[in-house]
């Protein structure tokens, strides 16, 4: 039997049928469904969406409201509350980043000082929020308009260093340093003519020549403010390649601080993720994906922290895990927080095991994923092989 409910009414275990409304205005991309999770429950009250139809057949919602019932179901309201309290902070905070980020641009572009203050205000605001909910000021930071996409890039890039900077465990003060560098990184594009910054196609030879002058273009309008030496570096140096191949200087390796070497990752990851004229946004997943097959474009150690500290790995990627264990990481359609690995190796053991699924979202990927190791140094020579067999869903242990 189907009903009509207004989205208010909509409970955990109610099975959806359809959803009313424009196909674009809907949070998922499911027809139907099961809500299973609070994160989906409030997704779908804090969407434009009006009323659902309901499979009331399918659906497991309990007879009646006894008291552990009433518990959990003001447990979930609860939950959904400070999950919609969360998602009116971060769309504050960066509506507010974007504004004063727009002021210290233009301030610069006249040869002024950026506000200091304000500006190191954004950086503790940023920080706070991801203190409150990470993954959702990180997924509010894809959100982004493209009249003002150069001022919510830099509030994008400062929030994922200063999240990065945490994951690799910095005091707090270099933390600081590095969301100030994210902030300011691109400024030098205030100085590129519109028309090459949103070009919808490909760059001539002489645009492309004027848009690699912004690192440094940037660095000079920066040098006589009060911007610490680290936002300097990262101004100047983020698009340099670990191989050499960057630019403006052609820096390689160790000559790349790690400032640089963090915002150059930063500054792409939240790059290829955005839409802009020329291009339409990569999922999170395909965007670390491209990035860990440019060979020689980032530091692969660092680059494997980035993905720790945003929780999005490759299909595909090895990782050795503080059990003791190898896990593949495996797709799970564009339930992107729902990505699972598979544990098919044993290390101390040196054996191939019945592959067993765990969830990242069950477990503290910080602490639990240590690297992503070169599968010959545990002697898995057929690494190829157990890949493509894992991808299956078959058991790389049978015979």
Not at 124 to 131: C, E, F, G, R
Not at 141 to 162: E, N, Q, W
Not at 237 to 250: A, I, L, N, Q, T
Request: one cysteine or more; a neutral charge; proline letters at 6%.
């Amino acid at each position: 039997m189907l009903k009509r409910i207004p989205v208010t009414d909509v409970t955990l275990g109610m099975y959806i049928h359809a959803i009313e409304g424009p196909w674009l205005a809907q949070p998922f991309w499911r027809p139907r469904f099961r809500l299973t999770s609070i994160d989906q429950l409030a997704e779908l009250r804090e969407s434009k969406v009006k009323a659902v139809v309901i499979d009331l057949a399918r659906s497991n919602t309990p007879p009646k409201a006894d008291m552990a019932t009433r518990v959990r179901r003001a447990q979930t309201r609860a939950a959904i509350e400070r999950r919609a309290a969360d998602f009116r902070a971060a769309r504050h905070l960066t509506n507010d980043a974007r504004n004063v980020m727009r002021g210290a641009f233009d301030a610069a572009n006249r040869g002024e000082i950026p506000n200091s203050v304000e500006i190191d205000s954004v950086v503790q605001s940023i920080t706070q929020a991801l203190d409150r909910n990470r993954s959702m000021l990180l997924g509010m930071m894809r959100l982004k308009k493209s009249d003002s996409y150069t001022y919510f890039h830099s509030v994008a890039v400062g929030t994922l260093m200063i999240n990065f900077a945490r994951e690799l465990g910095l005091p707090e003060e270099d933390v600081r340093m590095m969301g100030l560098g994210g902030l300011f990184h691109d400024i030098g594009k205030i100085r590129i003519a519109k028309t090459v910054l949103n070009k919808p196609g490909k760059l001539s030879a002489e645009e492309w020549d004027e848009m690699r002058r912004h690192p440094e273009m940037g660095h000079a309008l920066l040098l006589d403010g009060e911007v610490p030496p680290t936002a300097l570096d990262v101004c100047l140096h983020h698009h340099e390649k670990v191989d050499g191949s960057g630019y403006p200087f052609g820096l390689a390796g160790d000559q790349i601080s790690l400032a640089a070497r963090m915002g150059a990752i930063c500054d792409v990851y939240d790059a290829l993720t955005s839409e802009r004229p020329y291009k339409a946004a990569c999922a999170p997943v395909a965007a670390v994906a491209a990035m860990a097959s440019w060979a020689g474009h980032f530091d692969p150690d660092l680059l494997f922290i980035f993905m720790k500290s945003v929780c999005v790995f490759p299909v595909g990627m090895l990782v050795r895990l503080r059990s003791g264990h190898l896990a593949m990481v495996r797709d799970n359609g564009r339930q992107t927080n729902r990505a699972r690995l598979s544990v098919f190796y044993d290390i101390a053991e040196q054996r191939l095991l019945p592959p067993s699924e765990l969830f990242l979202s069950d477990i503290d990927v910080s602490a639990a994923m240590l690297e992503s190791p070169d599968p010959l140094a545990y002697g898995l020579e057929n690494w190829p092989t157990i890949k493509e067999t894992l991808l299956e869903g078959l058991d790389p242990s049978a015979p």
